[in-house]
């Protein structure tokens, strides 16, 4: 990607130039009367919000547009980042920075009648993510588009986040945060590139008249998952990647028979029951229908999120072997590890593939974070629940673990224990699925997040994988973007800093070390 890293805007247009004649401040206005229906005196602060949002989103989509275009003409590999959570923070602030305008947006609601500061407290926080990990996979994608990378987020877009805090009493109440209740103006519904996602039901084998197996999964049940496309800017360098969230839209809106007959409950049942998928982000699992909502919500972003990069693939016209060299799909943590089972089935039952070549095309694309160092806080998943779920997918990774531990017995010879240790699947008090090990068999590269964790990776938890693969576990220290954590969150230091070493702090952190001589 050095090489086809974007420029900024076309013929180095600058984003506070005016668009059609019309200055920011004459944008806004025209946006508060034709898109939000408002006249500038009777408008609200919020309405005010929406008309900003507005022109800063129209300058992102040229962006875009702009850097899909590039990536085509260059026919460059793409990082597809997968994540359960995605703490993106507030969006106008960031875009106003990003796009290097905040004087004239700060003069565009001046002549509204409010103060840029107010507007920003205006939006609602998309609070799509549990802390650390939804905010590092949102500063990654902030700084995978400011160091000019084609990269593409996918996870799900909940209508819930994880939940609104209030004090009563002195005690901490928890209430739903339904944060898309007045709309989201930064996203952009593609309602008519749906994928359909399956669960349950049956496998069916055959054989074709050369004797060749025919596997054909029959799903029970199915769902659309409808993608919701917001951007993520670069820092003033005029790229802008997307972040693909994709939400639960049943294939069963209303069952009019039911409707007739006075059972309006009924009637609606099953939509009400396709679209929990995204409803909320960590459902209770504490019981078995908690479990299996969550296992669904991973499949179900990881299988769309696959369709569509399969899909985007094959239109350039290149063939599935070269999936590896055109998309590097990177897993954070193990809430999307399904997708090894998931990429398999399509290559093997859709496209044909032998087993071997398709498990080439699958380690070469993947790879995986891990962030913790305790056992219990790897997911491992009950065999029987998720046969049910997904019965195809169970088998193939019966498959995969059967011939790994044919090379981990070839390796170690009689060594029961390695073998229990090292197996996909944990016997005992009921059979489970290791989702790590899982991830560690198929990912051509796997990282620790800190020197010390990566470390202890290797001595300890996955001692045995790295005796196997010494070249497979990796250090990459993780981080958050100075951007959000400095520039945005502490302007008065962002300030001093820049009067005594200049801006370059800002893309590039090395530089903060010239304050050791200050």
């Known amino acids: 990607a050095t090489g086809t890293r974007a420029a900024p805007g076309a013929a180095g247009e600058s984003a506070a130039a005016p668009i059609n004649g019309l200055s920011l401040t004459d944008e806004c206005r025209l946006a508060l009367r034709l898109v939000h229906g408002r006249e500038p ?36 590999k793409r990082v597809h980042y997968l994540s359960l959570e995605f703490l993106v ?57 400011t160091r000019g990378y084609p990269a593409v987020g996918y996870g799900i877009r909940y209508e819930y986040g994880m939940f609104r805090q209030e004090i009563q009493g002195g005690a901490q109440v928890e209430r739903p945060d339904n944060w898309l209740y007045r709309g989201n103006p930064w996203e952009l519904a593609r309602p008519d590139e749906r994928v359909r996602v399956g669960f349950g039901g049956r496998t069916d084998y055959s054989t074709d008249a050369a004797g060749r197996l025919q596997v054909r999964w029959v799903p ?90 399969i899909a985007e693939h094959l239109a350039t016209g290149r063939p599935l072997t070269a999936l590896p060299d055109h998309a590097a ?38 790879a995986y974070t891990n962030h913790t160092l305790m056992p219990e806080a790897l997911e491992r998943w009950d065999a029987d629940l998720f046969r049910s779920l997904l019965p195809r997918h169970f088998d193939i990774i019966g498959e995969i673990n059967r011939r790994f531990l044919d090379e981990v017995a070839h390796r170690w010879p009689g060594d029961a224990e390695k073998i229990a240790r090292l197996s996909i699947f944990e016997e005992g008090d009921g059979k489970r699925i290791r989702m790590a090990n899982l991830a560690l068999v198929g990912s051509h590269s796997v990282n620790g997040v800190a020197k010390l964790h990566s470390e202890l990776l290797k001595r300890d938890l996955f001692h045995d994988f790295h005796q196997l693969w010494p070249q497979k576990l990796r250090n990459v220290t993780n981080g958050v973007t100075q951007r959000r954590w400095l520039l945005q969150a502490n302007p008065a230091m962002a300030r001093l800093i820049t009067e005594a070493i200049g801006e370059r702090w800002i893309t590039d952190l090395e530089h903060l070390q010239s304050l050791t001589a200050l």
Not at 89 to 99: E, I
Not at 137 to 144: E, H, I, R, V
Not at 347 to 362: K, Q, R
């Open 41 to 76: 005196a009777d408008a609200t602060g919020y309405d005010r919000y929406l008309a900003l949002a507005t022109a800063m989103r129209r300058r992102q989509m040229d962006d875009w547009l702009r850097t899909e275009a590039r990536w085509r003409e260059h026919r460059v």
């Open 89 to 145: 923070g507030r969006t106008l602030q960031n875009a106003v920075l990003s796009l290097d305008l905040e004087d004239p947006a700060r003069d565009a609601v001046h002549a509204l009648g409010e103060v840029l500061e107010d507007l920003y407290e205006q939006e609602h926080d998309a609070a799509l993510g549990n802390g650390g990990l939804g905010r590092l996979a949102a500063c990654y994608l902030d700084s995978l588009a």
């Open 220 to 309: 029970a049940e199915t769902v659309w998952a409808v993608p919701y496309i917001t951007l993520v800017p670069g820092w003033r360098n005029g790229v802008c990647n997307p972040l693909v969230l994709w939400g639960a839209v049943s294939g069963d809106d209303f069952n009019l028979a039911f409707f007739n007959d006075g059972d309006y409950i009924r009637a609606v049942e099953d939509k009400a029951r396709d679209e929990t998928i995204s409803k909320v982000l960590y459902p209770g699992d504490e019981a078995v229908a908690g479990k299996a909502l969550r296992l669904k919500q991973q499949y179900f972003f990881v299988a769309a999120s696959l369709a569509r990069i």
């Open 329 to 366: 799909v990177h897993l954070n943590v193990t809430h999307p590890v399904v997708a090894f089972p998931v990429l398999m089935r399509i290559l093997l039952d859709e496209h044909g593939f032998g087993w071997e070549p398709a498990w080439d095309i699958v380690t070469g694309v993947f």
